[in-house]
Every structure is written in C-alpha cells, then in structure tokens.
C-alpha cells in the first residue's frame, strides 16, 4: 500500500511562516511530478506549487515569490515553504504525487489526507 502523509499545518498570524512537509511511504517504483494543493471552504480545489523529478517548478501567480516548493527524492518527501503568509492563504493543503507502485505496470495519482493552514490574528 503507498501513503502520501502530509505534516506541518497549524495556526499562524499574517506575516508568519510554516513549512509543509509530505512524505511518500510503501512499494514505490519510482516517483514523477509531485505538488501541492489547497482547498478553501467553498472554493474548488487549486494547485498551488509543483515540481517534476528534475526539480522543475510552477507556482500559482497568487503564491510566486512567497511560496518555494522543494523535494528529497531520497526521502520520497515533497515540502512547502511558505512565507509572509496572508489571511486569504487560509484552506486545506493536500499533497499529490504521480508515482509508480510497485506492483504497477503505470503511474498513478495519489493524495494526502490533507493539513489545514490557517493564517489569522
């Protein structure tokens, strides 16, 4: 069975700054894209960062230049840096990951079980 666990989540004034941490575990082949979501209440899910094996990154325009998306293929682990956060960053972050079980023949799409960020005074 493959798990994406995701950690760091939590409660933080405008400003502040947290770091999302989300780590693959199980049979794994090989892991490709892996990103970051999120999902405010009564918004459709977003994508906020993403970044492919190479290390390549894209980032949602209302994050660029307060958000760094980073990961260890070592680890199977995929973070979220994020700085002077806003009140509107506010929302359920989920992590996603296009990887290859072991026991598969393609890839798949998995999801994290998802963290809450919440930034307010």
């Known amino acids: 069975q493959v798990q994406l666990v995701e950690s760091g989540g939590g409660l933080v004034q405008p400003g502040g700054s947290l770091r999302l941490s989300c780590a693959a575990s199980g049979s794994i082949f090989g892991i490709y894209a892996m990103g970051w979501y999120r999902q405010a209440p009564g918004k459709q899910r977003e994508l906020v960062a993403g970044?492919?094996?190479?290390?390549?990154?894209n980032y949602a325009d209302s994050v660029k230049g307060r958000f760094t998306i980073s990961r260890d293929n070592a680890k199977n682990t995929v973070y979220l840096h994020m700085n002077s956060l806003k009140p509107e960053d506010t929302a359920v972050y989920y992590c996603?990951?296009?990887?290859?079980?072991?026991?598969?023949?393609?890839?798949?799409?998995?999801w994290g079980q998802g963290t809450q960020v919440t930034v307010s005074s």
């Open positions: 996603n990951a296009d990887l290859q079980a072991g026991w598969a023949t393609v890839p798949t799409e998995y």
């Open positions: 970044i492919t094996s190479g290390g390549s990154t």
